[in-house]
């Protein structure tokens, strides 16, 4: 079993950045796979990024990166160029799967505002 707990979200002007942050307790955090999701407001939550190559959202690619530190039980998600459309809460997830879907992600944090600003 894993805790996660994320850090980093605020309000951001549209075109900057922002890293969010996840803090992992519990055994074997490195054998998780890691991924980040979204929920804008009103709608579902949604896949944005997870370890392993390739692995994002058309509408993220090439402005966020995904990354982790297995010494510091650590997972980042770099946000560069951010547009209003990226404003959601943040989830970090674990799964024991290389999976896209929410439902087969069985670990999550609290979530973190991200507001982009036009």
């Known amino acids: 079993q894993v805790q996660l707990v994320e850090s980093g979200g605020g309000l951001v002007q549209a075109g900057g950045s922002l890293r969010l942050s996840c803090a992992a307790s519990?055994?074997?955090?490195?054998?998780?796979?890691m991924g980040w999701f979204r929920q804008p407001p009103g709608k579902e939550r949604e896949f944005v990024a997870r370890?392993?190559?390739?692995a994002y959202t058309d509408s993220v690619e090439g402005r966020f990166t995904i990354s982790r530190d297995n010494a510091k039980n650590m997972v980042y998600l770099q946000m560069n160029n951010l547009k209003s459309e990226d404003t959601a809460v943040y989830y970090c997830?674990?799964?024991?799967?290389?999976?896209?879907?929410?439902?087969?992600?069985?670990?999550w944090g609290q979530g973190t505002q991200v507001t982009v600003s036009s």
């Open positions: 519990g055994r074997s955090f490195s054998t998780y796979i």
């Open positions: 997830a674990a799964s024991t799967i290389w999976g896209t879907r929410k439902y087969e992600y069985a670990y």
């Open positions: 370890i392993g190559s390739g």
